[in-house]
């Protein structure tokens, strides 16, 4: 599988499987599972996709070592004050560590979600971070604050 290296040395695969689309839990952990099986190492979710739990059982019944699936979720607005956000999407997900979190959109206090994702980078819960659905305006921002730059604009 074909990977880039993000700009902390993260090595990330170029292809995955994206489960916006899979609400019914039993459906959204057997196209994991299949995904996995298939070779797919890159899953993709979000808060509010509503299926984390889902994606988490998945990993855990593939019989993968968690460090050969890189996981990626996004924060949503809601949760960007939260002060305890990425633990509750860390006990969703039944993980230790995320590979890639992204805040999902600049809604509301995006820079306090960014703020608790470097919080996340420093302790080792997440390996990098990033912005999602973000305008160049937007991005500039959040790099004139940042002291962990992100190493992933998705759109």
């Not at 695969?13 to 196209?31: N, R």
Request: charged share 25%; aromatic share 8%.
């Amino acid at each position: 599988m074909e990977e880039i290296t993000l700009n902390n040395g993260v090595k990330m695969p170029m292809v995955g499987l994206g489960v916006l689309q899979l609400k019914d839990e039993a459906l959204c952990e057997s196209c994991v599972g299949e995904a996995l099986r298939a070779g797919i190492r890159l899953i993709d979710t979000a808060a509010a996709y509503f299926n984390e739990k889902a994606v988490g059982r998945a990993m855990k019944k593939s019989g993968l070592a968690r460090e050969k699936i890189f996981l990626e979720t996004k924060l949503w607005p809601s949760f960007y004050e939260q002060l305890d956000a990425v633990e509750e999407t860390l006990a969703r997900l039944d993980t230790e560590y995320i590979d890639l979190l992204l805040i999902h959109q600049p809604a509301g206090n995006y820079v306090a979600g960014y703020r608790q994702m470097e919080e996340a980078y420093k302790a080792g819960k997440v390996r990098a971070i990033g912005l999602s659905n973000f305008d160049e305006t937007q991005i500039r921002e959040i790099l004139n604050i940042c002291e962990v730059k992100p190493a992933v604009l998705q759109t």
